[in-house]
């Protein structure tokens, strides 16, 4: 009898485990399904002829004609697509140095000199990041309309700092806390002068921390959406987050192929970049929560 | 004199062996003290953010209570007219619903999701980096980017969303429902798009909050016999309150402030019913250019942040002191 007991609770046990990882798989594939499928979904559309494209009839995930590269090629030679994503480049890559100059060394003082108010200076910092681009951006489009950048990079290039800083300098400041200060102070104690100790010991220790503020402030860049809408107009200033879903559109018609294909190009470089270095954005974010 | 022995390399030595140069004089002598280096280090930053984040804050605060427009010089204060104004206009006061409503169901159903995919991802499976990296697509795509693949999703006549709908028969044969031709729909879809765009990043966030649970702690609930359930509604989720918080935060700041999905999906439209504060105040300030107005109604988003700020100050003391 008691074999039999023992076998049969064993045998729910394993019958529970093997319902739970049944349950685990059929979650996962739900999330994994909701996540990406708008992906697959760009990527079918972007390949597809229009005859096979817009026919009611047809299975929309099967390729029902020949897959074709026709609407990559519109993307490429007959849009301004490439000249979009030039444009995201340079602004992002202006503002990852306007960024790290003023950032970094923010970060440093906030660590290390200036004393119990570094935290709260910094928190201050920090909070600013929650102001976002849809309350400025009106009071901002004077600004630029009275600096006479309307229509030129240069505008993005000097109002996107205003979202990366703050985040970039609680990154940083976070950063070099965990960096022991005994090593800058047995360097100034042998002569070294504060700048020196952080030139020869703190930046080299720093790499990881300065990538990943030059990936966030990248990231952030080329995110960025409503400044991008507000101050630029003409369709060879514009960056590929307002250039494909502006421009690839003639009145009412919508060439979908080709807005797939360029929303499918420029989506993908950010979010690989962005995952990679998840994990910090999200400890920078929850830093306020522990110590 | 004797000059000190050569010493071995490393970078400490290296530095020890450089000496204030007398170039720098006493210039280097004062850039030695905390109190000049550490201010003179954090201005440019603090400069930048309170020309840019906090001079246009007070700008659009003093915008609002003016007359101006795109094209006009001068301004005159007209005090605060321009809210009475926003207040007075049907679009408006459905754009500020909508703003509440959309953040209100989106975090919902966001805090859900997020806290069984953070359960889910937890769990050791096959392929689980590569299903990380998939679910986190949605929040590292360029907003516009992605919205502009959900409008192709939600089409009118070649809508997969309907496809697929059909093929589970959830909808009849025939049926065809017009996602953004119809306000309620058209709402709905915005709130997916929400959806689908902040779920990821609450789970990553909530995932972090769970790794950070002491394993003693879930032993010991263990030892205790304490069940899965048991443990995620006694254990895990009282102690996860904090990092909850943050996720919900930040998850209703980016879909309170959000005007990227409303543009491109909907642009306001059906009969300017889906419009949010953020989409409304750049239909009236920017296109229509009136950009008292325009900041009148941006100013809406205020209250809510500042009470996002507070809660965010009042964990992170919390933290602080250990309570």
Redesign the interface.
């Known amino acids: 009898m008691a074999v039999v007991e023992r076998a049969l609770s064993l045998g729910s046990l394993s019958v529970q485990r093997v319902l739970g990882r049944i349950g685990l798989y059929l979650l996962v594939a739900w999330f994994t399904f909701l996540a990406s499928f708008p992906f697959i979904w760009m990527a079918i559309t972007a390949f597809k002829q229009n005859s096979d494209l817009y026919n009611i009839k047809n299975n929309p995930f099967l390729f029902n004609a020949l897959p074709t590269l026709d609407h990559v090629k519109l993307l490429f030679s007959e849009t301004l697509f490439t000249r979009w994503l030039v444009n995201t480049a340079l602004v992002a890559t202006a503002v990852v140095i306007i960024t790290l100059v003023t950032a970094v060394p923010a970060g440093y003082s906030l660590a290390r000199l200036t004393g119990r108010w570094g935290r709260r200076l910094g928190f201050g910092i920090f909070l600013t990041y929650l102001v976002p681009p849809s309350l400025l951006f009106i009071p901002l489009a004077r600004v630029v309309a009275e600096l006479k950048l309307q229509d030129n990079l240069w505008a993005l290039v000097v109002v996107y700092p205003s979202f990366t800083i703050p985040f970039c300098t609680w990154l940083m400041m976070g950063f070099f806390k965990s960096i022991p200060g005994e090593l800058e102070e047995a360097a100034i104690v042998d002569g070294c002068t504060r700048l020196g100790a952080l030139r020869r010991i703190v930046l080299p220790l720093s790499v990881a921390g300065i990538l990943t503020v030059i990936i966030f402030a990248f990231a952030l860049s080329m995110q960025e959406f409503v400044y991008a809408l507000t101050f630029i107009s003409p369709s060879a200033a514009k960056t590929v987050g307002i250039g494909v879903p502006t421009d690839l559109v003639r009145g009412d018609v919508f060439y979908w192929g080709s807005l797939m294909a360029g929303a499918l190009f420029a989506s993908v470089p950010p979010a690989i970049m962005y995952s990679l270095f998840l994990d910090r954005f999200i400890a920078g974010l929850t830093a306020g929560a522990f110590k | 004199m004797r000059t000190p022995p050569p010493v071995s390399g490393g970078?400490?030595e290296?530095?020890?062996?450089?000496?204030?140069r007398p170039v720098l004089g006493r210039l280097?002598l004062l850039?030695?003290r905390?109190r000049v280096?550490?201010?003179?280090?954090?201005a440019?930053?603090?400069l930048?953010?309170i020309l840019?984040?906090?001079v246009?804050?007070f700008?659009?605060i003093y915008?609002s209570m003016s007359n101006?427009t795109?094209g006009s010089q001068t301004l005159q204060f007209v005090g605060p007219a321009n809210f009475v104004r926003a207040m007075q206009n049907s679009i408006f006061r459905s754009a500020l619903a909508n703003t509440f409503i959309f953040t209100i169901i989106a975090q919902t159903v966001v805090i859900l999701?997020g806290n069984?995919?953070a359960l889910?991802l937890q769990?050791k499976?096959w392929g689980r980096s590569v299903?990380?990296?998939?679910?986190?697509?949605?929040?590292?795509?360029?907003?516009?980017?992605?919205?502009?693949?959900?409008k192709?999703?939600f089409?009118s006549?070649?809508s997969?969303v309907n496809?697929m709908l059909k093929a589970v028969n959830i909808i009849g044969p025939t049926e065809f429902p017009q996602w953004l031709g119809v306000p309620s729909l058209a709402m709905a879809s915005v709130i997916i798009v929400h959806v689908?765009r902040t779920?990821?990043f609450s789970a990553?966030?909530i995932l972090?909050?769970l790794t950070?649970i002491p394993q003693e702690v879930i032993d010991a609930s263990a030892v205790d016999g304490a069940t899965y359930v048991q443990r995620i509604f006694y254990i895990l989720l009282p102690m996860l309150t904090?990092?909850l918080?943050?996720a919900l935060l930040?998850g209703t700041?980016f879909t309170f402030?959000?005007?990227?999905v409303v543009?491109?999906l909907t642009n306001g439209n059906p009969f300017n019913s889906t419009h949010v504060?953020?989409s409304w105040?750049?239909q009236v300030?920017?296109i229509a250019g009136d950009?008292a107005q325009?900041?009148a109604v941006?100013?809406f988003?205020?209250p809510v942040?500042l009470v996002?700020?507070i809660t965010?100050?009042r964990?992170?003391s919390r933290?602080?002191t250990?309570v």
């Open positions: 970078a400490i290296d530095v020890a062996r450089e000496l204030p280097a850039l030695d905390p280096l550490g201010p003179l280090m954090l440019p930053a603090g930048y953010i840019l984040v906090g246009p804050l700008f659009a915008l101006a795109t999701f069984i995919l889910v769990q499976f299903v990380r990296f998939l679910i986190l697509l949605p929040w590292a795509t360029p907003i516009s980017l992605a919205a502009i693949g959900w192709w999703m089409d006549l070649y997969v496809w689908w779920f990821p990553v966030v972090a909050g950070s904090p990092i918080a943050i930040f700041v402030t959000d005007m990227g543009y491109i504060l953020s105040a750049f300030g920017i950009l325009g900041a941006a100013l988003l205020l942040l996002g700020a965010l100050l964990i992170a933290a602080e250990g």
